[in-house]
Antibody, heavy 124, light 107 residues
Framework: QITLKESGPTLVKPTQTLTLTCTFS??????????VAWIRQPPGKALEWLAL???????RYSPSLKSRLSITKDTSKNQVVLTMTNVDPVDTATYYC????????????????WGQGTLVTVSS | DIQMTQSPSSLSASVGDRVTITCRAS??????LAWFQQKPGRAPKSLIY???GLLSGVPSRFSGSGYGTDFTLTISGLQPEDFATYSC?????????FGGGTKVEMK
């Protein structure tokens, strides 16, 4: 059974650094082709992809947020950590992590399992 | 970035209705398109991959089609548990992008 769960602070002050952890089970991030992504959703708004880390430590970021984001993995702990610097109230959102599955062809490599999400509020 | 435009943004339907939601990409994405269902306060649930592939456990009343820039999600015989918001996502190229969502409400 594959599960993912996000953890981190619920309230962060503007200009601070936000650190979120995704702890997963049921798969290994050392398996070829597998990746874990972070996606967020401001209240009442659409989903926004933030970052992705692959089994081989290849990392991809949203260009609009790249300067503020860092994604890392700890394969032994089955965890992926997202760090966002200099947060602002517009970063208030529910943050999700999701698994990108491997596949023999690109269209098969979708996000198949999602965590429950964690709501982060940025406010002074 | 590839823009994903969904239409309509909302619709009203009754149980048993056939519902169609469209998603248009601003440039061709082959068939690297997924559909998700989301209920209030819940995480997205993955439904369809590769534009038309049904994930295991997803009811067969859900179907997807399309290639290139135009895609469709169809629910054939709407059930009470299907009232939710549906979003598309392209994963053909970075940054991966989502549509704005279509809220399916009870008529």
């Amino acid at each position: 059974q594959i599960t993912l769960k996000e953890s981190g602070p619920t309230l962060v002050k503007p200009t601070q650094t936000l650190t979120l952890t995704c702890t997963f089970s049921g798969f290994s991030l050392s398996s070829s082709g597998v990746a874990v992504a972070w996606i967020r959703q401001p209240p009442g708004k659409a989903l926004e992809w933030l970052a992705l880390i692959y089994w081989d430590d290849d990392k991809r970021y949203s260009p609009s947020l790249k300067s503020r984001l860092s994604i890392t993995k700890d394969t032994s702990k089955n965890q992926v950590v997202l760090t966002m610097t200099n947060v602002d109230p517009v970063d208030t959102a529910t943050y999700y992590c999701a698994r990108r599955r491997s596949g023999s062809v690109a269209p098969d490599k979708m996000f198949d399992y999602w965590g429950q999400g964690t709501l982060v509020t940025v406010s002074s | 970035d590839i823009q994903m435009t969904q239409s309509p943004s909302s619709l009203s339907a009754s149980v048993g209705d056939r519902v169609t939601i469209t998603c248009r990409a601003s440039q061709a994405i082959t068939n690297s398109l997924a559909w998700f269902q989301q209920k209030p306060g819940r995480a997205p649930k993955s439904l369809i991959y590769a534009a038309s592939g049904l994930l295991s456990g997803v009811p067969s009343r859900f179907s997807g089609s399309g290639y290139g820039t135009d895609f469709t999600l169809t629910i054939s015989g709407l059930q009470p548990e299907d009232f939710a918001t549906y979003s598309c996502q392209q994963y053909n190229s970075y940054p991966f992008t989502f549509g704005g969502g279509t809220k399916v409400e009870m008529k």
